[in-house]
């Protein structure tokens, strides 16, 4: 089974920036989407970003022009670009992917945005 592993979080203030990693225990990257989701204190669960197997991104709109997905295969890594931060990003995020029909999730990386 494959297992993730996301690094990077911390405290920022609004404005600011942070690059999130996702560590793969094997090369998965490149066969398989790979996802960002964050979990806000008293929501659900969202996705905000998508990295395909061929390295096409999408976002959700909260995010859009301000995260930019990436990945290094070669390192079995999928990246997170979090750039103009604002409060409302405050959450857990969570690298994710689909192994074997089985979901697969990291522990997660907290990130805190104060204004």
Do not use: H
């Not at 659900?44 to 909260?62: F, K």
């Not at 074997?100 to 805190?112: A, N």
């Amino acid at each position: 089974q494959v297992q993730l592993v996301e690094s990077g979080g911390g405290v920022v203030q609004a404005g600011g920036s942070l690059r999130l990693s996702c560590v793969a225990s094997r090369n998965i990257t490149s066969t398989r989407n790979m996802y960002w989701y964050r979990q806000a204190p008293g929501q659900r669960r969202e996705l905000v970003a998508t990295i395909t197997a061929t390295g096409r991104t999408s976002y959700s709109d909260s995010v859009k022009g301000r995260f930019t997905g990436s990945k290094d295969n070669a390192k079995y890594t999928a990246y997170l670009q979090m750039n103009d931060l604002k409060p409302e990003d405050t959450g857990v995020y969570y690298c994710n992917c689909c192994v074997g029909g089985s979901q697969v999730w990291g522990q997660g990386t907290q990130v805190t945005v104060s204004s």
